[in-house]
């Protein structure tokens, strides 16, 4: 009995250390695209059907050397 009570206290601790109040103002940072953990997998996906709706390929990654005339 003395376990389990223990492991019910431990799994509550644990389950509500996660919770955190955001206040409002804090709310729009979190909602960026850039907080987003994206897989590589995702992000290849959306490449490709970026290219099939637009008709080309490539160019998704960096121009040359700051010339400007790329």
Same mark, same amino acid.
Do not use: F, I, W
């Given at each position: ?53 637009? *008709?080309?390929? +490539? !160019?998704? @990654? *960096?121009?040359? +050397? !700051?010339? @400007?005339?790329?």
């Amino acid at each position: 009995m003395p376990r389990r009570s223990l492991l019910l206290l431990l799994l509550g601790l644990c389950a509500a250390s996660g919770c955190v109040r955001v206040k409002s103002y804090q709310r729009a940072a979190h909602a960026q695209k850039t907080m987003s953990d994206r897989h590589r997998s995702e992000a290849k996906l959306d490449e490709h059907v970026h290219e099939y709706r637009e *008709g080309s390929v +490539g !160019g998704g @990654g *960096g121009g040359g +050397g !700051g010339c @400007g005339c790329n």
